[in-house]
């Protein structure tokens, strides 16, 4: 699986290196042209990766035209590469046909990160004249802070006092609700969001993750990119997510950012 991933991120950013290069005429930076200097930038991501996504904001020092030293922060959700949704149908004499909420059956937890650290950008490149891109690359390394939340479902047990009638019941995994907890026909849906808040577990870490940048657009003081390459979150412990499949302490992901933001 870890091959799988290292060789599909490669290609990605293979093919987009070409296809940008075959597109576009990309120019060393002009002796000698008069132009504005820029010594800091402000960023913000949106992170699609393949067991998750996270929204960052990044502050950098443009310490020359082609390299940026920048810290940054993001905020984020991390899931098991097995979880899938899916909801039931139930029918009942008095209430006929209903559909239960979306669940992930064998879920336990909910994984949050806050990842926060130090990168590094250098471009190749600066943009031609017209209809161009830079090229560059980049790196981060730093702290993740993760928190776990465990998954409630909205299960369906018979109450005694209404003459053995079915009734929903609100509950967490234990060894003691397990026969309940995985029975797909007993599981009414997942519970709301509120459910588990009192109950969140820290659990740090860190992270690291490099990739292939693509910066395009007319005006210099503005910054419009896309990213992509290989991230991996790893924990200090096993992070319990499912009772269902093995859980793991590292999580390594192929990633797309889309990044805008300005220079000053």
């Not at 369906?156 to 397990?178: C, F, P, V, W």
Request: with cysteine; proline share 2%.
């Amino acid at each position: 699986m870890v091959y799988t991933r290292f060789t599909l991120a490669a290609v990605i950013i293979c093919l987009v290196s070409t296809l940008a290069v075959s597109q576009y005429t990309i120019l060393p930076k002009p002796i000698g042209e008069e132009s504005l200097v820029y010594e800091t930038e402000r960023v913000f991501h949106i992170r699609a990766h393949s067991n998750g996504f996270s929204l960052g904001y990044s502050v950098g020092e443009i310490q020359t035209w082609y390299k940026t030293k920048y810290f940054y922060f993001d905020l984020g959700s991390l899931k098991n590469s097995k979880e899938y949704s899916q909801n039931f149908r139930f029918f009942s004499s008095t209430l006929g046909a209903e559909s239960s909420r979306s669940f992930i059956y064998g879920k336990i937890n909910r994984l949050y990160a806050l990842r926060a650290g130090i990168g590094n950008k250098r471009f190749f490149s600066e943009k031609a004249r017209r209809k161009s891109i830079i090229v560059g690359m980049n790196y981060e390394y730093g702290f993740t802070l993760g928190a776990l939340k465990p998954y409630y479902l909205k299960l369906k047990r018979e109450d005694i006092d209404r003459g053995g009638l079915a009734s929903n019941s609100t509950e967490k995994y234990s060894e003691e609700n397990a026969d309940v907890f995985l029975d797909e026909t007993r599981i009414f849906g997942g519970a709301e969001f509120r459910y588990g808040l009192d109950e969140i577990k820290l659990k740090p870490g860190f992270h690291g993750k490099f990739g292939a940048n693509f910066s395009w657009g007319n005006q210099d003081n503005l910054i419009k990119a896309l990213e992509v390459g290989l991230m991996a979150d790893v924990f200090l412990s096993k992070v319990p997510l499912m009772v269902t499949e093995q859980n793991k302490q590292y999580f390594l992901n192929v990633y797309l950012t889309l990044q805008f933001g300005k220079r000053s």
